[in-house]
């Protein structure tokens, strides 16, 4: 991070700014980088983009920030953005900067303090209802994308990632997919989606409740189901290398199981559920891709933190747990 060239962006493009300048990577992405930024009084996030090559419309900071300023007014809770920086000059790279928003991010399950696992889990549950109950088009998001076919084109994206990235041969992953592109049910409706809506992607308030919620750079027009699938995968202990902590819902038996959660949205969204075992298969399809690329990234000497490791061999076992879904 070049902190002359961001403190003098940030005195021409960022209000109450106050003329020094700290930045601190913040641990725990295996995405996009964050850092949090701070003149001494004010407290801002920044995000940019990952070193090295990138998989085409991955990493989009620009429009992730382009959602966050849509939901602004909506009641989704989401951090308050202050400036979109496309112009690689600044720092080598776009991105983008939001408000920081205090509150508790539930990424490692060895170091959670005493709260109602239970209601937090409820308010996950809720806010991503409330996200889906969203008309796009109100929002100023309805030519964000193309809503129909969605399913389709999420299988086709993610096997093209696949390609682009894979350091192996795995012919299980090619069996999940041709398993997936068979199976693939009516789509349960459009809305706006996040894209990878799980715990260490929200932050809590005080009251156990969602203060925001982060990390938008996948979110789409498309099948909320796919939020939902995604989000029971990140309830299982199997992902835990992936995320590179101790996983959240297995070391604290207040949470409730995956199946509570798939039948708290059912009643609060009124949708149904019958295909759900699709939706969770394309989740462990997807995060098995998503893995085999920050595997590739850390082979290559890309990964910027630590926790790495176990990443790759994780990818085997994310496919085998899809496929044990649609046997």
Not at 199 to 211: E, H, Q, R, S, V
């Amino acid at each position: 991070m070049n902190a002359d060239a961001l403190r003098r962006f940030f005195e021409r493009e960022v209000p109450g700014f106050g003329g020094e300048l700290s930045v601190e990577l913040i641990h725990g992405g295996r995405s996009n980088l964050t850092y949090a930024v701070t003149d001494g009084t004010h407290r801002w996030v920044l995000r940019r983009p990952p070193p090295g090559p990138l998989t085409p419309t991955a990493h989009d900071v620009g429009r992730e920030f382009r959602v966050m300023a849509a939901l602004g007014p909506t009641g989704v809770p989401v951090p308050r953005t202050v400036v979109s920086c496309a112009d690689p000059s600044v720092l080598g790279t776009p991105f983008t900067v939001v408000s920081h928003v205090d509150g508790l991010v539930l990424r490692d399950g060895a170091a959670l303090p005493d709260i109602d696992f239970r209601r937090c889990a409820s308010a996950l549950v809720d806010e991503l209802v409330k996200l889906h109950a969203l008309d796009p088009a109100e929002i100023g998001l309805g030519a964000f994308g193309r809503p129909e076919g969605f399913l389709g084109r999420q299988l086709r994206r993610w096997r093209g990632q696949w390609d682009r990235v894979a350091t192996r041969e795995l012919s299980t992953l090619d069996e999940l997919h041709d398993r997936l592109a068979k199976a693939v049910p009516p789509e349960s409706g459009a809305a706006l989606v996040h894209g990878d809506y799980r715990w260490d992607n929200t932050i809590l308030g005080p009251d156990a409740g969602i203060a925001a919620t982060v990390d938008w750079e996948m979110a789409a027009l498309g099948d909320p189901l796919t939020d939902l699938g995604l989000l029971l995968v990140y309830w299982d202990p199997r992902v835990a290398p992936v995320l590179g902590v101790r996983h959240v819902p297995t070391a604290h038996p207040g949470f409730p199981a995956a199946a509570d959660l798939a039948a708290q949205y059912a009643t609060r969204s009124g949708r149904d559920l019958t295909d759900l075992a699709f939706y969770q298969a394309l989740g462990w399809f997807k995060l098995a891709v998503i893995a085999e690329g920050i595997h590739a990234r850390h082979r290559a000497g890309h990964s910027v933190g630590d926790g790495y490791d176990g990443v790759g061999p994780a990818v085997p076992r994310l496919v085998e747990a899809g496929l044990d879904l649609l046997t």
